[in-house]
């Protein structure tokens, strides 16, 4: 089945203990993205990659940081959470091949809920 | 201002009835429109996508943009229980590295 796996899926941490957040896919595609959600504001990017090796920051990334070492994976590292940082998290994909059109085809994760106390 | 605005409800309707949902957006540079639905726990997933203006047509859902107006709207006819969720609107100039989101508009169809 084709899909995006977060991991974990809920998470409670204290401020300043590192943490990563797992992402990983099995449709071979090329862009990845974090996205965190929170009330009233919506999806909002926080990096994004393009391939291997290549990021790029979204519009919220202070406080993050992302590798993408394998095609495949993205995981999200929160060095030093902190409180604000409490959201639902999204990894999504998409296939560069079919142009612009396909790009806009997100398939996202099933999202990563994180409680920082 | 957000430059995707999307009223967030929440919208209670029942069984049956047709459903319109908007958003408005201020770049005029966006010419790829999707709407995306999201049920309770899960991720976004896509239900519409359109390119510049007009409608598409997709069995009981009605993606409709008009870019003269920078107003977007999907209609869903005879809703049903299972259309419950939070639906996306979302655009792009180009490529998912700009795309954006509505802020999700919560939908409940009661039976």
């Known amino acids: 089945e084709a899909q995006v796996t977060q991991n974990p899926r809920y998470l409670i941490t204290v401020t300043g203990k590192k943490l990563t957040v797992t992402c990983s896919q099995n449709?071979?595609?090329?862009?990845m993205s974090w996205y965190r959600q929170d009330p009233g504001l919506g999806l909002r990017q926080i990096y994004y990659s393009m391939n291997v090796e290549v990021t790029d920051k979204g519009d919220v990334p202070e406080g993050y940081k992302v590798s993408r070492k394998e095609k495949r994976n993205f995981p999200l590292i929160l060095e030093s959470p902190s409180p604000n940082q409490t959201s639902l998290y999204f990894c999504a994909s998409s296939f560069r091949g079919a142009g612009a059109a396909g790009a806009n085809v997100l398939t996202f994760g099933a999202g990563s809920r994180l409680t920082v106390l | 201002q957000k430059e995707v605005e999307q009223d967030p409800g929440p919208l209670s309707v029942p069984e049956g009835a047709i459903v319109s949902l908007n958003c408005t957006y201020s770049?005029?540079?966006?010419?790829?429109f999707m709407w995306y639905r999201q049920y309770s726990r899960k991720g976004p997933e896509l239900l519409m996508y359109t390119y510049s203006s007009g409608n598409k047509e997709d069995g009981r859902f009605t993606a409709q943009v008009d870019k003269s107006s920078k107003y977007i709207s999907l209609f869903i006819r005879d809703s049903q229980p299972s259309d419950s969720a939070t639906y996306l609107c979302a655009t792009s100039s180009g490529s998912a590295r700009q795309l954006t989101f509505g802020s999700g508009t919560q939908l409940t169809v009661l039976p």
């Open positions: 449709m071979n595609h090329e862009y």
């Open positions: 770049n005029s540079a966006f010419q790829y």
